[in-house]
């Protein structure tokens, strides 16, 4: 009887123990899958930055930097009273904020270069066809953004180096060190000047657009268009060749009256020495 009991309590406690590791398996198997999604969230949710939970999948296009545009402008016209149409550009240009520069005109041909405001340059340009017949008319556009940014950032710079010399300038103790300093100050303050006034030239130039009218009685002919090809490129090499001779022959011109001058004394010379070698032959030959 001792050992069938004691077989039955070997295998009750085989069961029991069976059981409990079953439990604790699903037990940490079921923690390990709640901890999972949290280990996976800790992961991920120092990537993001406060702000940004409700944050589109799409990044947002950045906005881009206003241009800025050298404007200029070219129209011609076609007027019978050219001193009229040359006051009435002029007029215009006021109108529009601007002011009138270069003039040059007669009764018959004219031309006139005002400067506009960059964003009126269209509207002036397009009141031109009610003071003559416009013939041609074309505007182009520069885009400087690049150069001002540049200049902008350079001037930064030259002025904190200048800050830093004056720095050192008031510490100097001699008088070597002084006059040093001084020279280089001098220089980065003059090259800052000329980047603040390349810096103003582009602004004015973007914030002001240039205007060219030339008025005429009769219609302006458009300037040719240059063909390339065997004939053009022929004659291109014929009128260098021309210009080439057409040189030469200026320097021989320059040069002759030189070598006229300087030749007769030397003729004069080389005959009276040959004269005195011959004599002196006939004398020993006697």
Known sequence: M???????????????????????ESGGSAAMDNAAPQVAQEKVAPQQK????????????????????????????????VLKAIGDVKDRAQGAGGFAGQENSTKERGSVTVRVPSAELDKVVDGLKQVGEVT????????????????EARIATQKASVDRMRVLFERAATTAEIAQIEGELTKRQSELESMQRRAESLKGKVALATLTVQVSTVPIAPPAPVEAGFGSAFVAGWNAVVEVLRGITVVIGAVLPF????????????????????????????
């Open 50 to 81: 406060p702000g940004q939970e409700n944050a589109p999948a799409a990044v947002q296009p950045v906005q881009q930097q206003e241009r800025q545009l050298v404007r200029t402008a070219t129209v011609d016209l076609r007027s019978d009273d």
């Open 2 to 24: 001792g050992k069938p009991v004691l077989w039955v309590g070997v295998a009750l406690l085989a069961l029991v123990s069976t059981g409990c590791g079953a439990a604790n």
């Open 136 to 151: 041609r008319s074309e505007i182009r556009s520069e885009d400087v953004t690049d150069q001002l940014v540049d200049t």
């Open 259 to 286: 070598v006229l001058v300087l030749a007769l004394p030397a003729a004069g010379v080389i005959y009276v020495l040959r004269r005195r070698k011959r004599v002196t032959r006939s004398t020993e030959a006697a």
